[in-house]
């Protein structure tokens, strides 16, 4: 959302314009505001956000209302072979973009044959441990804490990097040309992640579970395998809130990188269009 001007002869005129993507189309929407800027423009602002904002969370809650209605009609069985369908999917791609040589066909036997491909056994494991993860965090909804998100860095990491499971990093990282926040701050900013995510729940489910992931990345708390817990967290989220979760394709990391680079507000646009986009059928 950006203050435009115009010119009329030899006066000028203000508008607030605000744009969006709509069916691969960007729509822009403006608001006349007059011959000077209100005094009030934040609040001005405000309200013509929300204009949009409940157009979002009116998609947002129709995908939550049919995906629940297809979950309910699914027997027991077929739920258990769809989530293990999804934990092959969601394995494969958040291990792909950390670099992992598994490909999809090779995370199928893995999860559900026990057939271990001729790839480096680190790969294998962290395939392995990932899905058990995965499926076992969904089966049982717990409270948010550290001690739950430091217990899914252990059990995925125990075999593969046993120095660095479960423990924040008590040392600087930098990843590209970002310096992630001080080892010291870490254990602060996490109790704030976890206050921040208790404390909005009048935030769609959909845009907290985004928010969580940009702020976890950013703090960077682990020496490796933030991506891989981050994206966990915004799934557990989104689960536990009746919603289907989002998948992050391997083939799509470049935006998801440039996303990432962006500030919270570019990034949960950007989470939310990826999120439309998967889900578009089940918006009325």
């Known amino acids: 959302m950006k203050i435009t001007a115009r010119k009329k002869g030899n006066k000028k005129y203000f508008y607030l314009k605000h744009s969006f993507r709509k069916g691969g189309k960007i729509i822009t929407k403006e608001k006349y505001l007059g011959a000077e800027i209100p005094t009030d423009i934040e609040e001005v602002k405000l309200k013509f956000g929300e204009e949009f904002q409940k157009n979002i969370n009116k998609k947002l809650e129709s995908i939550k209302k049919h995906f629940q209605a297809e979950w309910k009609r699914l027997p027991e069985s077929v739920k258990e072979k769809e989530l293990e369908e999804i934990s092959i999917a969601f394995t494969y791609n958040t291990n792909a973009i950390e670099g992992s040589t598994i490909t999809l066909?090779?995370?199928?036997?893995?999860?559900?044959?026990?057939?271990?491909?001729?790839?480096?056994?680190?790969?294998?494991?962290?395939?392995?441990?990932?899905?058990?993860?995965?499926?076992?965090?969904?089966e049982k909804e717990e409270k948010i804490t550290d001690a739950l998100i430091l217990q899914w860095h252990k059990?995925?990491?125990?075999?593969?990097?046993?120095?660095?499971?479960?423990?924040?990093?008590?040392?600087?990282?930098?990843?590209?040309?970002?310096?992630?926040?001080?080892?010291?701050?870490?254990?602060?900013?996490?109790?704030?992640?976890?206050?921040?995510i208790y404390d909005n729940?009048?935030?769609?489910?959909?845009?907290?579970?985004?928010?969580?992931?940009?702020?976890?990345?950013?703090?960077?708390?682990?020496?490796?395998?933030?991506?891989?817990?981050?994206?966990?967290?915004?799934?557990?989220?989104?689960?536990?809130?009746?919603?289907?979760?989002?998948?992050?394709?391997?083939?799509?990391?470049?935006?998801?990188?440039?996303?990432?680079?962006?500030?919270?507000?570019?990034?949960?646009?950007?989470?939310?269009?990826?999120?439309?986009?998967?889900?578009?059928?089940?918006?009325?």
């Open 155 to 196: 059990d995925i990491f125990c075999d593969v990097k046993p120095d660095i499971a479960g423990k924040y990093r008590d040392y600087l990282v930098r990843v590209g040309s970002y310096l992630a926040p001080d080892w010291q701050e870490i254990k602060k900013m996490m109790n704030e992640l976890i206050e921040f």
């Open 105 to 138: 066909e090779e995370a199928r036997e893995i999860i559900h044959d026990n057939i271990s491909p001729n790839k480096p056994l680190r790969d294998v494991k962290e395939a392995e441990a990932h899905s058990k993860v995965f499926l076992r965090m969904l």
């Open 201 to 284: 729940q009048k935030i769609n489910s959909v845009e907290l579970s985004a928010r969580a992931h940009y702020n976890f990345e950013k703090i960077h708390p682990f020496g490796d395998g933030n991506g891989r817990i981050g994206r966990l967290l915004m799934n557990y989220i989104l689960w536990h809130r009746g919603y289907p979760m989002l998948i992050i394709e391997y083939k799509k990391r470049r935006s998801y990188y440039k996303a990432l680079q962006k500030d919270e507000d570019s990034f949960v646009k950007y989470f939310i269009r990826r999120y439309f986009a998967v889900h578009k059928k089940r918006i009325n």
